[in-house]
């Protein structure tokens, strides 16, 4: 029998045949019952498994949740179903990584920087410099200052070396807290350091600090020079470098004259972009060449917007391709007036029960010749895979097998017809009532004929007394045993040796002796005469052990003891005569030393029967015996009268 190998989840991978290797279905060697040198391909499964099928190259037949050493990269993958995967979300190389996931960090051990990959960019955490350019840019560090309070403190470092320290306030330090590269207070008794409240240079050429005593223009209040150049004017064209910002909700207003147009202003917390005319349009317009595109175009009277359209005639008139990269809700209907229609998609949701196909543009529903051939076909290479509607047999048709399969929900499943089970995984339908043309079925563990029951060895009428068997010839039961047999009843039952034994050994034992000439213990006409011997007799006809304790036998012993035999014709004749009873033959023998002068009897021999009446006197007893402890044990005798 094949070994069903089945997945961690319970899903069968594969029906692995006895005495075969099956190289395809994973990257492991699946070796079948019975297969002769399996050693060497057990033991290389468990070498591929302690090396995580190390390779320059995946495995080609990998399973969701295996791990891979790729040899190439010199890393560790898993595989999720589609690809093999980093199974470490860092990777340390001089070279940026061709091959990360979202959320993978390299760390450049050539520029020593720690980069983030977001799925389309690398973000670079830090630092900002590379190891060929020296420490570059600012350090958040706490100060202890001579008053023993920590300080933070912002340190600006070019080429690795420091140029400047930015002090929210002033304070010493001391020289055992000394900031490397800072200079000490010159001529400070106590080689203390100083930083004052704002930036400080480490070198007074390299940058200085505080304001110039005079210059062209007007310092507010923050000590920022301010000059002409820098304002913008009210009653003629003006431009800035720099942001213009308006700190009030009423915003930014626009028209011609005191007419106002549009004004761009914040509702609330909203930034709002109002036009001010009733019924006044607004478009958004962009350049293109020497012309300008309506990018946006909103019919206030009308309520449209056209996108790249002017004049739109619908709530929203596009003109050129859509796409949404988040969801589309469609409150109304959904008319879509092309020849084709493409989902790229990987699940299509549909809230509506129904999905109706075949109507035609005058939304009338098409004849079953117009439709046949319609129904969902998935398109493969290796060929489509339709459910359709063939109106030659009036009925769905799919090229494909179907498979049902069970759920939490649905956890047997069951093909139907008219809302009846016709088969499910384990069960066909009761309501199937003839399975025409079947000429073979598997080994039944239980078979139910009308009402006969074949389960095992055993065969059980379910309904009814009894069972008959209409032979058309002998009924031949393989030199077995019939066993389990009732007692019979009637004259043509059938009967267990048990019962059979039973019945001729309880039934009493009627037999007749000729017992003349027995003498143990005493001759047949004194006491009791030969009991011992006919109990002998009796026991090696009809052994007692045979027999229920109780069983009597009954002896009718005979006797002709008594028997006279009377008018014996005994005819002698002489050798070579043979015609009597007796035939004598003679010998010559020697007398008065005379050799062979006289003949004697040699000998006498019955040649034939003799003749005569006999008179027989016979003797009759009738002996009992009953058995006791599997023996024949003497009750009585009676002399029996017989005229």
């Known amino acids: 029998m094949s070994y069903r190998l089945n997945r961690t989840d319970g899903e069968l991978l594969v029906d692995l045949t006895d005495g075969i290797l099956d190289l395809t279905t994973t990257d492991l060697t699946l070796i079948g019952k019975n297969y002769k040198g399996f050693g060497e391909f057990l033991n290389e499964n468990f070498i591929a498994l302690l090396e995580n099928f190390a390779s320059t190259s995946q495995p080609t037949n990998p399973m969701v949740g295996q791990l891979w050493y790729d040899k190439q990269d010199a890393r560790l993958k898993v595989y999720d179903g589609t690809v093999f995967r980093p199974a470490t979300g860092s990777v340390v190389s001089s070279t940026r990584p061709t091959n990360l996931n979202v959320g993978d960090i390299w760390i450049d051990n050539e520029e020593n920087k720690l980069y983030i990959w977001d799925g389309s960019d690398l973000t670079l955490v830090g630092p900002e410099y590379s190891a060929g350019q020296g420490k570059t840019g600012f350090e958040v560090t706490s100060q202890l200052d001579a008053t023993d309070v920590q300080r933070t403190i912002l340190k600006l470092f070019l080429g690795g070396t420091l140029v400047g320290i930015f002090s929210p306030e002033t304070f010493y330090i001391l020289p055992e807290y000394a900031i490397a590269g800072y200079p000490q207070v010159a001529g400070d008794s106590q080689n203390r350091q100083l930083l004052e409240k704002g930036f400080n240079v480490v070198n007074s050429e390299f940058f200085y600090r505080g304001t110039a005593t005079s210059a062209k223009g007007l310092v507010d209040d923050a000590g920022i020079v301010r000059s002409a150049e820098n304002f913008i004017p009210t009653d003629a064209n003006g431009a800035t470098t720099g942001s213009l910002?308006?700190?009030?909700?009423?915003?930014?207003?626009?028209?011609v004259g005191e007419t106002e147009y549009a004004i761009l202003k914040i509702a609330g917390t909203t930034a709002t972009l109002e036009t001010q005319q009733s019924n006044g349009d607004l478009a958004f317009k962009v350049r293109s060449g020497s012309s300008f595109l309506p990018a946006m175009y909103v019919d206030t009277s009308e309520k449209y917007i056209g996108i790249w359209k002017s004049n739109p005639a619908y709530s929203l008139d596009v003109t050129g391709d859509g796409r949404f990269t988040s969801n589309l809700t469609v409150g109304g209907n959904l008319l879509v007036e092309g020849t084709t229609t493409h989902l790229n998609t990987t699940t299509l949701r549909v809230e509506d029960k129904n999905i109706e196909l075949g109507i035609l543009d005058d939304s009338t529903e098409a004849t079953d010749a117009q439709i046949d051939g319609g129904g969902i076909i998935v398109r493969?290479?290796?060929?489509?895979?339709?459910?359709?509607?063939?109106?030659?047999?009036?009925?769905?048709?799919?090229?494909?097998?179907?498979n049902i399969q069970s759920g939490v929900d649905n956890p047997d499943p069951a093909l139907m017809v008219d809302g009846v089970d016709i088969l499910t995984k384990t069960t066909l339908g009761s309501t199937v009532n003839n399975a025409l043309g079947l000429t073979r079925v598997g080994t039944l563990s239980e078979l139910t004929v009308d009402d006969i029951n074949i389960n095992s060895a055993t065969i059980t009428r379910i309904n009814g007394t009894g069972l008959n068997i209409v032979a058309g010839g002998d009924i031949t039961v393989d030199s077995q045993n019939i066993t389990g047999l009732a007692e019979p009843s009637a004259a043509t039952d059938a009967a267990t040796k048990n019962y059979v034994d039973v019945q001729l050994y309880s039934k009493d034992v009627i037999i007749s002796l000729d017992v003349t000439g027995l003498t143990d213990p005493d001759p047949i006409g004194s006491v009791d005469g030969p009991k011992n011997s006919i109990a002998t007799l009796l026991q090696n006809m009809q052994s007692a052990s045979q027999y229920e304790t109780g069983t009597t036998a009954y002896v009718m012993a005979t006797s002709y003891t008594g028997s006279t035999v009377s008018g014996i014709t005994v005819d002698i004749t002489t050798s070579p005569d043979t015609s009597g009873v007796l035939t004598k033959s003679s010998i010559a023998v020697?007398?008065?030393?005379?050799?062979?002068?006289?003949?004697?009897?040699?000998?006498?021999?019955?040649?034939?029967d003799a003749s005569g009446v006999a008179t027989l006197t016979a003797i009759r007893y009738l002996y009992e015996y009953t058995v006791s402890a599997n023996t024949w044990t003497f009750v009585r005798r009676t002399l029996q009268t017989v005229t």
């Open 245 to 255: 910002k308006i700190k009030n909700s009423a915003g930014l207003s626009v028209g």
């Open 590 to 608: 020697d007398k008065d030393n005379v050799s062979s002068s006289e003949t004697v009897i040699q000998d006498i021999s019955q040649s034939n």
């Open 380 to 402: 493969s290479l290796n060929g489509s895979k339709d459910w359709t509607w063939q109106a030659s047999t009036s009925a769905w048709t799919s090229n494909q097998d179907i």
